[in-house]
């Protein structure tokens, strides 16, 4: 256990559905992450929460709505995904966006998408 | 913009014998480096990270890694592999003024062999 708790562990969900990844971390930071792990692809850095506030959408697709009502809880609001958006989804927390590099990230377990 | 490259996608290695991930990188200022773990399933675990000092630092589990700056490199080594090792590795790099911009190399995946 990292301290960063990532639910479901698993989702299978249809291209029409409504879902959403939840994120909590009480490890006292206050910046928050969203990361894609595709396969053969390089983690790609999807959103940067700072003190609640988006500080980085990184050219993510509308079907993907972040939200962060609290320095501890990120949410990963889903619809009408396709199944290329099949991949691990990874959050991370650092004590801010600022000091995430001095640092590093604490990473969540992630959760397994597959859009069907 | 930075960029990392991890010249080997899959290493096998013995267990008892020595290991050397290669790093490198790329970016006009002295970057933050780090190195992650990630076992099957899990998320990423943070093994060790360099940003000033000590060009050699320790991580943990055993591991260490060595800036080199004329070589834009940050291999990841230990002297003895474990079964436990099996995973796969990613260097990391941030940069900006507060290092706030992270990219992530593609990652090496480590099979032991018993």
């Known amino acids: 256990e990292t301290g960063v708790t990532q639910t479901p562990r698993h989702l299978v969900m249809g291209m029409t559905n409504k879902k959403s990844l939840k994120c909590e971390q009480h490890l006292g930071h206050n910046a928050m992450y969203w990361y894609k792990q595709s396969a053969k692809k390089p983690l790609e850095l999807m959103f940067v929460y700072n003190f609640k506030e988006q500080t980085e959408n990184n050219s993510v697709p509308s079907r993907f709505s972040p939200e962060c009502p609290n320095s501890s809880h990120l949410f990963l609001h889903l619809h009408t995904l396709q199944p290329e958006d099949s991949a691990l989804y990874l959050c991370?927390?650092?004590?801010?966006?600022?000091?995430?590099?001095?640092?590093?990230?604490?990473f969540g377990s992630g959760t397994r998408l597959t859009v069907v | 913009a930075q960029s990392v490259t991890q010249p080997d996608i899959h290493i096998t290695v013995s267990e008892g014998a020595s290991l050397e991930l290669r790093c490198n990188y790329s970016?006009?200022?002295?970057?933050?480096l780090f190195w992650y773990v990630q076992s099957p399933g899990q998320g990423l675990q943070l093994l060790l990270k360099?940003?000033?000092?000590?060009?050699l630092v320790q991580g943990i589990k055993g591991f260490e890694a060595e800036f080199k700056r004329s070589q834009s490199s940050f291999n990841l080594r230990k002297p003895s592999v474990h079964w436990s090792d099996a995973a796969e590795y990613f260097c990391a790099v941030g940069a900006g003024l507060y290092g706030q911009n992270f990219v992530f190399g593609p990652g090496t995946r480590l099979s032991v062999l018993p």
């Open positions: 360099y940003f000033s000092g000590d060009t």
């Open positions: 970016y006009g200022a002295t970057p933050y």
């Open positions: 991370a927390s650092s004590p801010t966006s600022g000091k995430g590099a001095e640092t590093g990230y604490t």
